[in-house]
């Protein structure tokens, strides 16, 4: 990926449990701020994979007191929203590992979801396809909240997604990155 600096999210399984990765319930946890994001290039998939998969990013900010207002329409590139856009790795134009299923550059607006990829390894690896789009969604969306190299030891954030907690839908933002992100959306 010669001179782009990309945060990519890349699958391994692994057994390794993070309690402290899994807080508490997120539709427990009241939401103060609320962040914009559209959903775009998302017209073959599956409307009820797309709409569980929110709800499950949704969790994830939830936990930490950020609600995500989504939308699926109106995909022009805004400053006021982010975008996520789903696409096959086809038509992608940089050049990423055979493991990776998104990426993003800090600091920009935009998030990409390799959606097939995202589909053949929760295939392979026996997770719910929402379930996995969730997260990679959620990690995605982190990066651009969050400074560069955000990827942390456990939770969502892990370059290597946690297959096991992502199936027990028990991935979080560290306390850390949850007050960073918190700081970045109220500023």
């Known amino acids: 990926m010669s001179g782009f600096r990309s945060s990519s999210i890349v699958v391994l399984v692994t057994a390794a449990s993070f309690g402290a990765a899994a807080s508490a319930r997120a539709a427990d946890a009241p939401a103060g701020l609320h962040v914009a994001v559209a959903i775009c290039e998302a017209r ?11 709800r ?7 936990a930490i007191g950020v609600a995500i207002e989504w939308s699926n329409a109106g995909c022009a590139t805004d400053e006021q929203r982010l975008t996520v856009n789903l ?6 134009t940089l050049d990423v590992t055979d493991v990776t299923l ?55 954030m892990r370059a290597a997604i946690n ?20 700081r970045a ?3």
């Open 56 to 62: 499950i990013a949704g969790d994830v900010y939830r």
């Open 102 to 156: 998104g990426f993003a550059e800090p600091g920009t607006t935009v998030a990409t979801i390799l959606y097939d990829r995202v589909a053949a390894f929760a295939r392979r690896f026996h997770v719910k396809r929402d379930v996995l789009l969730g997260y990679t969604i959620a990690h995605e969306i982190g990066h651009l909240l969050l400074p560069p190299n955000s990827h942390s030891p456990q939770g969502v």
């Open 44 to 54: 073959t998939m599956p409307p009820d994979i797309v709409a569980s998969a929110e």
């Open 87 to 92: 696409i096959p790795r086809q038509a992608s």
């Open 163 to 182: 297959l096991q907690e992502a199936s027990k839908q028990r991935l979080r933002f560290t306390k850390e990155q949850g007050e960073l992100i918190v």
């Open 185 to 187: 959306i109220e500023h």
